[in-house]
């Protein structure tokens, strides 16, 4: 038997080899391309690291640490109205959003799912933080993302039954409104992309305090291992790993999806 159809076979099969290599050299090439930051990126991301260590610090010092007050009532805000929002799509009738000086929400709904509405404050705050957080490396996209925010605490101000919840939802639409006309929408994109920082910071800040650090027994994570019979500090982790990877994966979307060039 002629030794050339066996010979031609080897060929073809090779061929095949060379080619899946190439075409994964070329997926992980393109990977590669898509995660290396443009000029412009690079200084976004030298941004969210000047924001994330701003907070930081600021969080810790005793009465300085009031200039972050504003924009945690509005991570309070975008935390409860995340529990109103998955209530109403499980079909709960929303009475009323508040939000106390000390930080502290309260939404008050009839009906809806239990296993949806609870974990969805902390992870609703988180997803949004991200969003913002994506939004910050491209202006339309941050003008976008903006509208996406004002809705949001527009249903909130809708929803809100105390004059306080009102005047921080106002002030944070006014806020809004305003930066769209600063020139090129520089300022709304770096307000955006704060408030993404501050969002995402205090979603984990909070998971970690309610849960892991210290048990509350007020706190969405023990109501919710008290549905499910399982452990707050296990529910604490797994929302707290959930919102890490919204964080991360903004970046990385951000830097693949929104160059400048």
């Avoid at 988180?126 to 996406?148: N, P, Q, T, Y």
Wanted: with cysteine; proline share 3%.
């Amino acid at each position: 038997m002629s030794p050339l159809p066996g010979l031609a076979d080897h060929l073809v099969a090779s061929g095949h080899t060379a080619a899946a290599l190439a075409r994964r050299q070329v997926t992980r090439d393109d990977v590669a391309h898509a995660l290396t930051p443009t000029d412009e990126q690079r200084t976004i991301l030298i941004v969210i690291g000047v924001y994330a260590l701003g907070i930081l610090v600021l969080w810790n010092i005793p009465y300085i640490n009031m200039i972050l007050l504003p924009f945690k009532l509005v991570t309070v805000a975008l935390h409860e109205f995340s529990h109103a929002a998955a209530g109403l799509c499980t079909g709960a009738r929303i009475k009323s959003i508040t939000i106390d000086p000390d930080e502290g929400g309260l939404t008050r709904m009839n009906g809806g799912k239990w296993c949806c509405v609870m974990p969805a404050g902390y992870l609703g705050s988180a997803l949004l933080g991200a969003l913002m957080v994506f939004a910050g490396f491209d202006v339309l996209a941050s003008k976008i993302v903006s509208v996406i925010i004002g809705v949001c605490l527009l249903a909130t101000l809708f929803w809100a039954k105390s004059w306080f919840t009102r005047l921080i939802t106002i002030l944070f639409i006014g806020l809004i409104v305003g930066l769209w006309f600063t020139p090129h929408g520089a300022g709304l994109r770096y307000v955006v992309l704060f408030m993404g920082v501050m969002s995402s910071l205090y979603s984990l800040w909070d998971i970690v305090d309610d849960t892991l650090k210290r048990k509350v027994n007020e706190s969405d994570a023990t109501k919710f291992a008290q549905k499910t019979h399982c452990s707050s500090r296990c529910c604490g982790f797994l929302w707290l790993l959930v919102s890490l990877i919204f964080l991360v994966g903004a970046i990385l979307l951000g830097l693949a999806f929104l160059k400048d060039d």
